[in-house]
Nanobody, 119 residues
Framework: QVQLVESGGGLVQPGGSLRLSCTHS????????MGWYRQAPGKQRELVAQ????????TLADSVKDRFTISRDNAGTTVYLQMNNLNSDDTAIYYC????????????WGPGTQVTVSS
């Protein structure tokens, strides 16, 4: 069982920045990819960014690719989401996700962290 610990959410003004972190409790070989999803009120959960832990290949949603960056640490247990030039459309609960290496792969989820962009 992999547990995820998130940090870094909060309130920020439009145009500001935040960095989210997520650490998983498994070994570096137990997780294939990690990423961030978000869910705004009344909307479906959507993928924001994902990174594979071995190769570092990244995927970013079109709505954030010019503003957000996802990265991982060398230990292969923590991912970071750097969010710049935030706007009100980025307000949501952000959930960390880890995809296990098993077959079929198992998804693990963090409890979520609130990001609010408001003046």
């Amino acid at each position: 069982q992999v547990q995820l610990v998130e940090s870094g959410g909060g309130l920020v003004q439009p145009g500001g920045s935040l960095r989210l972190s997520c650490t998983h409790s498994g070994s570096r070989f137990s997780v294939y990819a990690m990423g961030w999803y978000r869910q705004a009120p009344g909307k479906q959960r959507e993928l924001v960014a994902q990174i594979t832990m071995n190769s570092g290949t990244t995927t970013l949603a079109d709505s954030v690719k010019d503003r957000f960056t996802i990265s991982r640490d060398n230990a292969g247990t923590t991912v970071y989401l750097q969010m710049n030039n935030l706007n009100s459309d980025d307000t949501a609960i952000y959930y960390c996700n880890a995809e296990g290496v098993g077959v079929p792969p198992v998804d693990y989820w963090g409890p979520g962290t609130q990001v609010t962009v408001s003046s």
